[in-house]
């Protein structure tokens, strides 16, 4: 663990990975530049957008940190290209968020207040909804922490987390292959292995999602691909934790399909998924990120 990351010393670096919403980046670009306490580096990720980000972000946010991917690498692409910037910026804390994510201005500083106080590897923030309801989508599981004001957490979304940039190191990169859901849930297992992580309520942010759950449709494929590649080829969970998780999913998989208007696509990409997830295990970060799409994208 490294040594102890107060707001006044901290070289926080943020990261906001983002592809064809140039309207939501801006509001998100917009609430963290009006944090109590800004980040010192801003990197967007920008991933092969056509929608005029590049052009946003040079009238508007010019003294963001930019990188742009050769094509579009989702969102484990992003925050694997994004977490490797960061490091090399040297960075001492990591703010991790997507591009409909609106932090509230004290968000950052609350964050960084529990790092000082406590020393997690990560802390998360309460992810709400427009409605100000807690996001479903973004909502962990808690347990007591000992710690006032404070839950424990085992995993995080990538919607508003600080992690220490010396476990991240420890740790490494997400998975990019992974290419969108559960790449979070993987990296966040991993990294929490072990180390402490700790849900801030008093860090709030808003995840502007058209509705707080929706029918996965044709994405449910990275769902049970990437969840098969996490109980199969990663070492996120302890061997007692794999029940526990197998069985939380194989709930959740239900429920997806008990809410679906169409089961037949679920069931086809459901096969899909199994099939891709035990065939093959995902690419290294290096040809995911400076190579082209695998075949099905």
């Given at each position: 663990?490294?040594?102890?990351?107060?707001?006044?010393?901290?070289?926080?670096?943020?990261?906001?990975?983002?592809?064809?919403?140039?309207d939501?980046?801006?509001?998100?670009?917009?609430?963290?530049?009006?944090?109590?306490?800004?980040?010192?580096?801003?990197?967007?990720v920008?991933?092969?957008?056509?929608?005029?980000?590049?052009?946003?972000?040079?009238?508007?946010?010019?003294?963001?940190?930019?990188?742009?991917?050769?094509?579009?690498?989702?969102?484990?692409?992003?925050?694997?290209?994004?977490?490797?910037?960061?490091?090399?910026?040297?960075?001492?804390?990591?703010?991790l968020?997507?591009?409909?994510?609106?932090?509230?201005?004290?968000?950052?500083?609350?964050?960084?207040?529990?790092?000082?106080?406590?020393?997690?590897?990560?802390?998360?923030?309460?992810?709400?909804?427009?409605?100000?309801?807690?996001?479903?989508?973004?909502?962990?599981?808690?347990?007591?922490?000992?710690?006032?004001?404070?839950?424990?957490?085992?995993?995080?979304?990538?919607?508003?987390?600080?992690?220490?940039?010396?476990?991240?190191?420890?740790?490494?990169?997400?998975?990019?292959?992974?290419?969108?859901?559960?790449?979070?849930?993987?990296?966040?297992?991993?990294?929490?292995?072990?180390?402490?992580?700790?849900l801030?309520?008093?860090?709030?942010?808003?995840?502007?999602?058209?509705?707080?759950?929706?029918?996965?449709?044709?994405?449910?494929?990275?769902?049970?691909?990437?969840?098969?590649?996490?109980?199969?080829?990663?070492?996120?969970?302890?061997?007692?934790?794999?029940?526990?998780?197998?069985?939380?999913?194989?709930r959740?998989?239900a429920?997806?399909?008990a809410?679906?208007?169409?089961?037949?696509?679920?069931?086809?990409?459901?096969?899909?998924?199994?099939?891709?997830?035990?065939?093959?295990?995902?690419?290294?970060?290096?040809?995911?990120?400076?190579?082209?799409?695998?075949?099905?994208?």
């Open positions: 663990m490294s040594e102890l990351v107060r707001q006044e010393d901290a070289y926080v670096v943020a990261v906001v990975v983002t592809h064809d919403r140039r939501l980046l801006a509001g998100a670009l917009a609430a963290i530049g009006a944090q109590t306490r800004v980040p010192d580096v801003v990197v967007v920008d991933n092969a957008s056509s929608d005029g980000t590049a052009e946003l972000l040079e009238s508007r946010f010019p003294d963001v940190d930019l990188l742009r991917l050769p094509y579009n690498t989702g969102g484990a692409g992003g925050f694997a290209a994004g977490i490797a910037r960061a490091l090399e910026l040297d960075a001492t804390a990591l703010w968020m997507d591009d409909d994510t609106v932090p509230s201005p004290g968000a950052l500083a609350a964050l960084l207040s529990t790092f000082g106080r406590y020393r997690p590897a990560l802390a998360a923030s309460r992810v709400v909804w427009t409605d100000g309801r807690d996001h479903p989508m973004n909502t962990p599981r808690t347990r007591p922490a000992g710690i006032p004001g404070h839950a424990r957490i085992r995993s995080a979304s990538f919607v508003s987390v600080l992690a220490d940039a010396a476990a991240v190191r420890e740790c490494g990169l997400p998975v990019a292959d992974y290419f969108l859901w559960n790449d979070d849930f993987e990296y966040t297992l991993r990294l929490l292995r072990g180390r402490l992580g700790l801030c309520p008093d860090s709030v942010v808003v995840h502007r999602t058209a509705s707080p759950s929706f029918d996965p449709g044709a994405r449910f494929f990275y769902e049970v691909r990437n969840k098969t590649w996490l109980f199969t080829r990663s070492a996120c969970l302890a061997p007692g934790e794999r029940l526990l998780y197998a069985g939380s999913t194989v959740r998989w429920r997806a399909f809410g679906s208007t169409d089961r037949p696509r679920l069931a086809r990409e459901l096969g899909r998924g199994l099939w891709a997830g035990l065939r093959a295990g995902p690419r290294p970060n290096a040809a995911v990120l400076t190579g082209r799409p695998a075949p099905g994208r």
